[in-house]
Structures are given as C-alpha cells and as structure tokens.
C-alpha cells in the first residue's frame, strides 16, 4: 500500500461510519415526532431501503475499500510492511478519533438521559406488576423509540470511537493486510499467465 | 503529481462523497415520504425533488470523484512544489488540533443551543395563537430545566478542555496508539 492509499482507506472508513450515521438520521420514521402511524408496506419498504443503502456503505466503504482506495489514489511509491501497518494504525486512529469528537455533542444529551432511567425503573415496574398498566414511560410512538435507540447507540459509538476503538482498528489492520495481499495473488497470477500466452505465442 | 496533488485528490474525493452521501439519503427520504405521509408531500413534488437531488448528485460524482485529479491540479497549482516535511512527530500535533477543533466544535454547539433557548423564550406568547403551545411543547411553562443546563455544563466544560488542547487525552492516545503499533501483527500468529 502507498501512503496516499492509506489516508485514502481511513477517509473511506470514516465517511463509511458518517454514511450509515446519515442514513439513520434521515430515515423519515426516525425524525417525525408522530402518534399516528404511516401505512405498513410503505414504511417496510422505505426501511429495506435504508437498510440496504446503509449495508452497501458498510460494505463499500469499511469492509471492502482496498479496491476503491487504490483507484482514487492512483499509483505510487509502495511503503514497507512494517511502515504500512504504522501508518495504518495511526491514522486510522486520529480519524476515529476526529469521529468519535464530532459524535459527542449531540450524543451528551442522551448520556446525561441515562442515569435518570434508574430512577425510573422501579415506578415503571410498579406500574406492571402492581397495577397491570403500561408505564408512561413506555407510552412512546414509533418514531419515538427509533430515535431513542438510535441516540443511545450513536452515544455508545461516539464513546468507543473516543476510546480509540481498538478492536475495530486491530481487525481493519488485519482485513487490508489479507486484501492486499490477496489483490497482489490475483495480479501475479494474471502476470504469469500473460507471460506464459508471450512465450507460446512466440 | 506530488504529495500536495495526492492530498487534495483525496481531499476532493472525501467531499464528493460526503455529498453523494446526503444527496442518496435525501433522494430517499423524499421518495419515502412521499410513499408513507401522502398528503404530507406530494408524488410531484417529491418526483421533482428527486430529479434535482439526482441531477446534483450526477454533478457531484462528476466534479468530486471523476474529474478530482484535474481539480487538485488546478487548486494546487504547478507541479513543482517542494514537497512538506514529512514531521517525524505529527500524531500529537495531529490529536492536538484536533482536540481544538472538537473543542471549538463543542462550544459552537453550546452557544447554538443556548441563543435558540433564548430566542424562542423571548418569543413565546402563551395565549397568542390557539395551539402555540403545543408547537412549543418543551419551553411552554418551563423555560429551564435541570437536564438541560446540565448538558450545557458539561458541553461547556468538555468544550473549554479540548480548546485548551487537552493535554491528558492527547498524551494517553499518542502512548497507546503507540503501543499499538509496536504490537507484533496478528497476520503471522
């Protein structure tokens, strides 16, 4: 991998987060504060929709970038194992880093809600068991609970992205490492039976 | 093309990108709300504005992504630039300025959501128009809560850090992304 290839992979792994973010964040049954409920065929279709958008820029854009990556940033002097995994490592790491920052503004809100949830629960639990009721707290539209689990999540991303996500890093690491390696297999193979077809031909 | 070129190629590329991806989400949210709120938006509206988000998208995707190499060279200029100083100890000036940036970003937050407080207190007018109040559901009757000053407290505080650089962050990141580079690659396990 060149240099500019790696910076390339780690824009592609961001963007690939903010992509899934976005699609989340603009689902229409996520942000309409709403009692009444859409049709059904409608609203399942519009989530597959989501749903497979948000699958492709994982796939694209996190799991399977190495192609992509090598096509924007063109050829160029190829940095030694070593140094590639280094600068993999760290940049992949300043960018989380950057996410997981942009992340938390909006995700301390939803921090600061979870603590007030413990409070809650015993009144909520009194509220089933004694009195056979639904708690008010659970009273929630759709559209009411998609966006809480959605913001209790982004909080828990912006929170792991913030930490360093090592893991994530490790197994991005580990993933661009065996593609390459497995692009260049592809490539000595196809170069080895052109050359094979010269020599026939000649 | 030199560093300077390949950075702005990347560069170019990451916004085109980061706008095809808005551009997608919004080209759907426009079709399914056309599907699931009928009323709400009409099909012919939404079919224009489906037309206009594609067209920009096409653009985008032209501009951004299929013509950045040329883009680059124009911003950058000639071909003969030095090339920067590949520094030795970037990682903490990188988290540092990132830290500002993320701190600055923080107190933008904080500033935005203190003047919209006090925008629609000053203009809230209880008995003026009949269901004005349930527009302003969260400010009606209750101009502060608790919940809400804490938040702005902590974003405050988290903000005014990061500004400041950070210095505790900044120095556990770089030792541990450090110690991440020296461990020995999973591959040959």
């Known amino acids: 991998m060149t240099r500019v290839q790696i910076l390339t992979k780690t824009t592609l792994t961001i963007l690939g987060i903010y992509a899934v973010l976005t699609l989340c964040n603009s689902y229409p049954g996520g942000f309409m504060y709403r009692r009444e409920r859409p049709a059904i065929v409608p609203e399942i279709l519009s989530l597959s929709a989501f749903t497979v958008l948000a699958a492709l820029a994982v796939y694209l854009m996190i799991f399977n970038n190495t192609k992509f990556s090598k096509r924007i940033a063109g050829p160029g002097e190829i940095l030694r194992p070593g140094t590639q995994r280094a600068l993999l490592v760290k940049s992949l790491r300043v960018g989380l880093v950057v996410a997981g920052l942009m992340l938390l503004p909006r995700s301390i809100p939803t921090m600061v809600k979870i603590p007030k949830i413990f409070f809650l629960i015993r009144p909520a639990l009194n509220d089933i068991i004694v009195c056979k009721s639904v708690p008010d707290i659970l009273r929630l539209s759709h559209s009411e609970w998609f966006t809480n689990i959605y913001g209790f999540l982004r909080a828990i991303l912006a929170l792991y992205l913030i930490y360093g996500a090592p893991r994530f890093i490790r197994w991005q690491v580990k993933h661009s490492v065996r593609q390459e390696s497995n692009i260049e297999k592809t490539i000595a193979t196809k170069c080895a039976g052109t050359n094979a077809e010269r020599a026939e031909n000649e | ?189």
């Open chain 2, 1 to 189: 093309m030199n560093k300077m070129h390949a950075l702005a190629k990347i560069m170019l590329s990451g916004i085109g990108i980061f706008f095809a991806i808005r551009l997608i989400a919004s080209i759907v949210t426009a079709i399914s709300l056309a599907l699931m709120w009928r009323g709400e938006l009409p099909i012919f509206t939404a079919l224009f504005w489906t037309a206009v988000f594609a067209l920009c998208l096409a653009a985008v995707c032209y501009i951004f992504i299929y013509k950045s190499e040329q883009l680059a060279k124009r911003i950058v200029g000639t071909d003969e630039l030095g090339e920067p100083d590949s520094p030795v100890k970037w990682l903490p000036v990188a988290f540092r300025l990132i830290s500002i940036a993320a701190g600055l970003y923080c107190l933008h937050t904080v500033l935005w959501q203190v003047t919209n407080t006090l925008i629609r207190y000053a203009m809230y007018k209880p008995r003026s128009v009949p269901g004005y109040k349930t527009i302003y559901t969260g400010y009606a009757g209750r101009f502060l809560n608790v919940e809400e000053v804490l938040v702005w407290l902590i974003m405050l505080t988290i903000g005014i850090y990061l500004v400041c650089g950070a210095p505790h962050f900044v120095r556990w990141h770089v030792k541990k992304t450090l110690e991440q580079c020296k461990q020995p690659p999973e591959m040959n396990k």
